[in-house]
């Protein structure tokens, strides 16, 4: 993902339209993350059904299995980390590296109809989780440890927009 030149932070992602896929986050209520998580889960199947689902379109980018499992992780991730800002106060979340992930974990090398699945209960999971989060929540806050700082709604939003933009990124489509 490309972060617009203008800027050095992440949080355009709340404030405009995403110059690559669109999606804009600012719109966006907690109420419709659960739909926006679940019509995204329900776009990967097909992806990771094509016969080129390892293919790297190029060195420096993901094939479409290795956005899909990444995807499938920040569903988890984020479930993690809501789930730390409605138990704690101002949890700080652990460090997380997509790209160590992803070689780690040898995203490309996994079952591509096992990742389906997994993302598919993932989504489920953390559309759940964001189904019941309490109205006098919604300003906790959390921090990753490059010290940005989210509330439950802020962190939503910026959470909703990678599988959204991902998604774009493989060419699937919801709907």
Not at 25 to 31: I, N, P, R, W
Not at 80 to 88: N, Y
Not at 139 to 150: I, L, S
Request: aromatic residues 8%; hydrophobic residues 40%; negative net charge.
């Amino acid at each position: 993902m490309t972060i617009p030149p203008d800027t050095k932070d992440w949080t355009w992602v709340l404030e405009r339209p995403c110059a690559e896929c669109g999606f804009d986050a600012s719109v966006v209520d907690l109420a419709d993350i659960p739909g926006l998580v679940r019509a995204n889960a329900g776009a990967w199947p097909s992806v990771l059904a094509r016969p080129d689902v390892r293919v790297r379109p190029n060195d420096h980018t993901w094939s479409a299995l290795e956005y899909a499992a990444h995807v499938r992780d920040v569903f988890r991730l984020f479930e993690v980390r809501l789930a730390l800002m409605l138990a704690e106060n101002g949890p700080q979340f652990a460090n997380w590296n997509q790209d160590e992930t992803a070689g780690a974990e040898r995203y490309n090398e996994q079952d591509p109809m096992r990742v389906a699945d997994e993302l598919t209960d993932a989504a489920a999971s953390v559309a759940d989780a964001f189904t019941v989060v309490p109205g006098d929540a919604l300003e906790r806050t959390g921090r990753r440890g490059d010290g940005a700082v989210f509330t439950v709604t802020t962190l939503g939003r910026y959470f909703v927009h990678d599988p959204v933009h991902h998604l774009h990124d493989v060419g699937g489509a919801t709907g």
